[in-house]
């Protein structure tokens, strides 16, 4: 660039241009310019060329403040955008787990309801079965034990399916009560995330 500023004062000062307002012709319209006004055609030039380095410098300066800062800011977007990505696919999952877990609850509690009706049966039945042995212990007190032995079986049997089938209701109530608490968790995540 100074070179450039060089040549072209060269070329002012040989070429003998004046900067100034035209003059009437004169008779010293062909001789060369004094010398002091060379030296401040000079002057002012370098000046010129100074400042324009000058401000071309400092230009230069901001442009790569500038571009750093750009580096910077585009560094931070592109961090964001991939968190926003991870964010989006994490909430995917989530929303995918919660689906799974709602249908697993729907069919724990089709399930329960199932075993509920078929305890109530069994106990409607057991009770029916009491009754029943009742009414033959009091109308059979004769002596034929084998028979009132019989339906004592039958009753243990009856006892032993029921005491059963409420040990399934119990574990079927803890294994809902469960999956309750970690849908509820889900959804406190799933409400928590933006």
């Not at 310019?33 to 901001?62: C, R, W």
């Not at 560094?75 to 929303?95: F, S």
């Not at 089709?110 to 075993?115: F, R, S, Y």
């Amino acid at each position: 660039m100074r070179w450039a500023l060089c040549l072209l004062c060269a070329a002012v000062c040989l070429a003998g241009v004046h900067a100034g307002p035209t003059r009437k012709p004169d008779k010293t319209a062909g001789r060369a310019a004094p010398h002091e006004e060379v030296d401040v055609l000079m002057f002012g030039v370098i000046q010129f060329s100074e400042s324009l380095n000058y401000v071309y410098e400092s230009t230069a300066a901001k442009i790569a403040r500038v571009s750093r800062s750009l580096k910077r800011r585009e560094g931070t977007l592109q961090q964001l955008g991939e968190a926003t990505v991870q964010a989006a696919a994490m909430e995917r999952r989530i929303k995918e787990m919660l689906g799974l877990l709602q249908v697993q609850m729907a069919g724990l509690q089709a399930q329960t309801e199932v075993t509920k009706n078929r305890l109530a049966s069994v106990e409607q039945e057991e009770a029916e079965l009491k009754t029943k042995v009742e009414n033959l212990e009091t109308y059979l007190n004769n002596p034929i034990p084998t028979r009132i032995k019989e339906l004592q079986v039958r009753a243990k049997e009856q006892s032993a399916i029921l005491k059963s089938l409420q040990y399934l209701t119990q574990y079927q109530k803890q294994n809902l009560e469960g999956q309750k608490r970690q849908l509820s968790k889900l959804q406190k995540m799933s409400e928590a995330t933006p």
